[in-house]
């Protein structure tokens, strides 16, 4: 079955990049997607990437894909305060099922 | 304004009781989903909808049963309710489509005590 592993904890200084890493298990995912949790509230789709692309960028976020290793990351540049949130990873796997596998979520302390 | 909402926020119930909870998307959607996260975050699917249709059914308890009565609502009813039942039980809608970007709802958080 799927897998997906994040680590559970992440601190950094505000103005520094912050990088969350992803590994996931199943070779037929064709896409993969973050998704940032505020205290409190749902899940906020950040970015995906299709499994046939290395790296997307959309402004202060940075997606790294390597499919060989099946490891995933998500850069946050100039990291804020209001980025202080639990972080998903999730695959969708290749076989039609529409459902996501998540990862147990990173949560992202930034410290002023 | 609101994409996919749902109703209620918070429960609190007495265990044996039987609740439900209901969810409503106008993003024009035609698949649904249940998710169930637990005290530690981890999210797991439970169900999902297709056009009114079961498509997913995850290993869940029978106590459990989605209803769909058309494509912009999924509801999830519990019967006989346990402790273990407890979590935050997220709604989700997608398009169908290859990327399917999945849209969740606030989240209702259920207390069982």
């Known amino acids: 079955g799927e897998d997906v592993e994040q680590s559970l904890f992440l601190s950094v200084r505000e103005g520094d990049s912050s990088v969350i890493n992803c590994t996931y298990t199943d070779s037929s995912s064709t896409y993969l997607y973050w998704y940032k949790q505020e205290p409190g509230a749902g899940l906020q789709l950040l970015t995906y990437?299709?499994?046939?692309?290395d790296m997307k960028q959309d402004q202060r976020l940075t997606v790294l894909l390597n499919k060989k290793d099946k490891h995933l990351s998500l850069r946050i540049a100039d990291t804020q305060t209001g980025d202080s949130a639990i972080y998903f990873c999730?695959?969708?796997?290749?076989?039609?099922?529409?459902?996501?596998?998540f990862g147990s979520g990173t949560r992202l302390q930034v410290q002023p | 304004d609101t994409a996919v909402s749902q109703t209620p926020k918070y429960l609190v119930t007495q265990m044996g009781n039987d609740k439900s909870i209901k969810c409503e998307q106008n993003l024009g959607h035609d698949t649904m989903y249940w998710y169930k996260q637990d005290s530690k975050k981890f999210l797991k699917i439970m169900f999902s909808?297709?056009?009114?249709?079961?498509?997913i059914n995850e290993t869940v308890p029978n106590r459990f049963s989605p209803k769909s009565p058309d494509k912009a609502h999924l509801n999830l009813h519990i019967n006989s309710l346990e402790l273990g039942d407890s979590a935050v039980y997220f709604c989700?809608?997608?398009?169908?489509?290859?990327?399917?970007?999945?849209?969740f709802g606030p989240g209702t958080r259920l207390t069982v005590t």
């Open positions: 999730a695959e969708r796997e290749g076989t039609g099922r529409r459902a996501l596998t």
């Open positions: 990437i299709f499994s046939n692309m």
């Open positions: 989700a809608s997608s398009k169908g489509g290859r990327a399917s970007e999945q849209y």
């Open positions: 909808y297709n056009n009114k249709e079961l498509i």
